[in-house]
T-cell receptor, first 114, second 109 residues
Framework: GAGVSQTPSNKVTEKGKYVELRCDPI?????LYWYRQSLGQGPEFLIY????????DSGLPNDRFFAVRPEGSVSTLKIQRTERGDSAVYLC????????????FGPGTRLTVL | AQRVTQPEKLLSVFKGAPVELKCNYS??????LFWYVQYSRQRLQLLLR??SRESIKGFTADLNKGETSFHLKKPFAQEEDSAMYYC???????????FGKGTLLTVNP
């Protein structure tokens, strides 16, 4: 079946602009995760959804970052007033939501803030 | 706080040689450990996890709680093993992963 998909694959924006990044999880997966990977680093956790609710948003760096998953499937990561330091690859992953279940990753969205 | 350390950014071996990628972790409870791999131009994917105790593509990893390590090993490296390897830890009820910075393995012919 289809894996996790993310759009766009690349996004270039100017400092101060607003961006939305979309994630389509594997059908039936109740858990959805967002991670951010900066150059030379491993992925860093941002937020975790179980169904429609954000069960853990402790990784969001500040209030410019927000994510939603209104119907328990597709999720959108929203970044307001982008800064150059937001430039990174944003990864989405989904799983069945069971303990220590495999997380399946999408290809990522490369965000560049000029 | 949970932390994963991969001390080697780069590791280069010859085909047929043994390979060991090091991973140390810090976690106050009882974590679950994973190895993820990213081949060139592919997405991040699970290689193996401790709870399954399985061998994937000839790789194994043993959890050493005394040394808080989860090193990845393969007795005979192949060129197709060249990739970026990430060690990851999951603890608590939300299953989020904490990753190390990764080790780039290059297997030379």
């Amino acid at each position: 079946g289809a894996g996790v998909s993310q759009t766009p694959s690349n996004k270039v924006t100017e400092k101060g602009k607003y961006v939305e990044l979309r994630c389509d999880p594997i059908s039936g997966h109740t858990a959805l995760y967002w991670y951010r990977q900066s150059l030379g680093q491993g992925p860093e956790f941002l937020i975790y959804f179980q169904g429609t609710g954000a069960a853990d948003d402790s990784g969001l760096p500040n209030d410019r970052f927000f994510a939603v998953r209104p119907e328990g499937s597709v999720s959108t990561l929203k970044i307001q007033r982008t800064e150059r330091g937001d430039s990174a690859v944003y990864l989405c992953a989904s799983s069945r939501g069971l303990a220590y279940d495999t997380q399946y990753f999408g290809p990522g969205t490369r965000l560049t803030v000029l | 706080a949970q932390r994963v350390t991969q001390p080697e950014k780069l590791l280069s071996v010859f085909k047929g040689a043994p390979v060991e990628l090091k991973c140390n972790y810090s976690y106050s409870g009882s974590p679950e450990l994973f190895w993820y791999v990213q081949y060139s131009r592919q997405r991040l994917q699970l290689l193996l996890r401790h709870i399954s105790r399985e061998s994937i593509k000839g790789f194994t990893a043993d959890l050493n709680k005394g040394e808080t390590s989860f090193h990845l090993k393969k007795p005979f490296a192949q060129e197709e093993d060249s990739a970026m390897y990430y060690c990851a830890l999951s603890g608590g009820s939300n299953y989020k992963l904490t990753f190390g910075k990764g080790t780039l393995l290059t297997v030379n012919p």
